[in-house]
């Protein structure tokens, strides 16, 4: 019996003497060490998105293509109606003190396979400092403007009466994105630009205007100047994001930012105390948006 039970007490013995043995430890995960910051090096802030001024809804219906495809308003984006309108400068305000701001378009062109689609390239102007930018415009819905009695008056001024008569006017909205040349500061443009606009066949497309300097008229989209230009800029090296609102004419949106800006509209005057805020420079002739020329040999 002694035999018999003796080879059961080893086993026990030996499964006793596997259980007593001390568990292998499982390393822990130790956090991840942080990288000292290099000297002179700062963080990238995080990128605040800009607010979206379009919808999924704001497409282009097939009428509305068809408008583009036909209609080439290059010309028009770039604030030029190919008579006395050829400055391509947008002036207004600029954050939340409402300093003066400018931006250029210095080239306007249709994409070859898309004509909803134009590439841009220009400038602005902020306290002295001048950037250059490119990016897209893409039209992004047209609709009807219903104007009463321009079309004829266009006629009546253009002698045109049969083919004006015959004209339609258009507001197109356009989605612009743009981006400044990668420096210290610079900046990334999400905006909406106004065209008020009409055909006529055989024409060029042209400016719905009813404002010069003597007024404006809030029943057109652009206050009557035929473009208007409204949006956001983040800075990428802080991150600061900044609203801003330009026009041909600074007086058609001055009067949502002050409601003094104006002294004399008729003659364009714009209140001294305002020149603290860069608006001593408005009347300067020099075409700050231009490329200087090279010297010559």
Not at 41 to 56: I, S
Not at 102 to 118: G, L, Q, S
Not at 188 to 208: A, C, H, K, S, W
Not at 259 to 284: H, Q, V
Request: hydrophobic share 35%; with cysteine.
């Amino acid at each position: 019996m002694k035999k018999t039970l003796y080879p059961f007490l080893l086993v026990g013995l030996l499964a006793a003497c596997q259980q007593q043995k001390p568990a292998a430890t499982v390393p822990t995960a130790t956090p991840p060490t942080t990288q000292p910051e290099l000297v002179g090096e700062k963080a990238a802030p995080a990128e605040t998105p800009l607010p979206a001024l379009f919808t999924a809804a704001d497409t282009l219906t097939q009428p509305m293509r068809d408008l583009l495809q036909t209609q080439d308003l290059s010309g028009l984006w770039h604030n030029n109606d190919g008579i006395d309108r050829d400055k391509p400068v947008f002036e207004g305000f600029f954050g939340p003190d409402h300093y003066h701001f400018a931006m250029a378009f210095t080239e306007v062109t249709r994409d070859p396979t898309n004509p909803a689609v134009y590439h841009v390239a220009g400038k602005c102007r902020y306290r002295k400092n001048i950037r250059p930018f490119g990016g897209t415009l893409t039209v992004r819905r047209i609709a009807d403007l219903a104007y009463p009695g321009f079309l004829q008056a266009k006629s009546i001024q253009e002698e045109r009466a049969a083919d004006s008569v015959s004209g339609r006017t258009y507001t197109a909205h356009g989605q612009l994105q743009l981006r400044e040349e990668q420096k210290e500061n610079s900046g990334v443009f999400e905006g909406e630009i106004m065209l008020d606009f009409y055909t006529v066949p055989g024409q060029r497309p042209n400016f719905v205007t009813v404002y010069d300097h003597e007024g404006i008229e809030n029943r057109l989209p652009t206050r009557g100047s035929g473009l208007l230009l409204r949006g956001n800029r983040r800075n990428v090296t802080t991150g600061q994001v900044k609203s801003f609102t330009v026009a041909p004419w600074v007086a058609t949106v001055a009067p949502d930012v002050f409601k003094d800006f104006m002294l004399d509209e008729r003659m364009g005057e714009i209140n001294p105390k305002y020149a603290k805020l860069g608006w001593n420079e408005y009347w300067n002739n020099d075409e700050w948006w231009a490329d200087s020329p090279k010297p010559s040999l």
